[in-house]
């Protein structure tokens, strides 16, 4: 299996309630991102943490880490129809000089329906 | 306005006819990287540039080359496409590599080129 791995593959909620996403990784990181995409869009950047921290919170998001279990959690409190869209965790390791710097791996994505 | 621009957005080729997909940033970025987006496998990594004349290879090199002879512009060139490269290809940058919360990775528009 890949590095990154989101799960559920798709979460159909509605509006109102909150949406949590996972993501289970394999390899040692030094920070995990997570994206949001609209269909067919860009990805946009919502929130990096590092390895040595826990939780991380931006407006209405809640990140969580793991490291000893390898796993990230995304959570969206209150979720808006306009929150739907691909969610993706990204694992970085940033080693200067070598041939992984700036790498991103990404997972294949949640796919989180807000009904009205 | 800062952003990453790719052209064209749209592409419908045949197998063999030799094509670019441009990708310009106008951030000062040092960090440029291309990616492609296929059902199932999430983002995988072809090629990144830490800086001007200066690539490498991601997950999937094969099939596609690129050079980095400015700094704002990082182009994605398929010498021979193949119905295998049928694919979405988001071209990216960022100050150093995206790997802090003040260094995030900025996403172009994507590319869908068909290969027949």
């Known amino acids: 299996s890949q590095q990154g791995e989101e799960d559920p593959q798709a979460l159909s909620i509605q509006e109102g309630e909150n949406a949590t996403m996972n993501c289970s990784y394999k390899?040692?990181?030094?920070?995990l991102q997570w994206y949001r995409q609209n269909s067919g869009r860009g990805l946009v950047h919502l929130i990096l943490?590092?390895?040595?921290?826990r939780e991380k919170h931006s407006g209405r998001l809640r990140v969580t880490l793991d490291t000893s279990k390898k796993s990230s959690s995304l959570l969206i409190t209150a979720s808006r129809a306009a929150d739907t869209a691909s969610y993706f965790c990204?694992?970085?390791?940033?080693?200067?000089?070598?041939?992984?710097?700036?790498?991103?791996?990404f997972g294949q994505g949640t796919i989180l329906t807000v009904h009205p | 306005e800062a952003q990453v621009t790719q052209n064209p957005r749209y592409l419908i080729t045949v197998t063999g006819k030799k094509l670019t997909v441009t990708c310009s940033q106008n951030?000062?970025?040092?960090?440029m990287s291309w990616y492609r987006q296929d059902p199932g496998l999430g983002l995988r990594q072809i090629y990144y540039?830490?800086?001007?004349?200066?690539?490498d290879k991601g997950d999937v090199p094969e099939g596609y080359k690129v050079s980095r002879k400015e700094k704002r512009n990082f182009p994605l060139i398929l010498e021979s496409p193949s119905p295998n490269q049928t694919s979405l290809y988001f071209c990216?940058?960022?100050?150093?590599?995206?790997?802090?919360?003040?260094?995030?990775?900025?996403f172009g528009p994507g590319t869908r080129l068909t290969v027949l």
């Open positions: 990216a940058s960022s100050l150093w590599g995206g790997q802090t919360s003040t260094d995030t990775q900025y």
């Open positions: 390899t040692s990181i030094n920070n």
């Open positions: 943490i590092r390895s040595n921290e």
């Open positions: 990204a694992t970085g390791k940033a080693n200067a000089g070598g041939t992984s710097y700036g790498k991103l791996t």
């Open positions: 951030m000062n970025h040092e960090y």
């Open positions: 540039s830490m800086n001007v004349e200066v690539t």
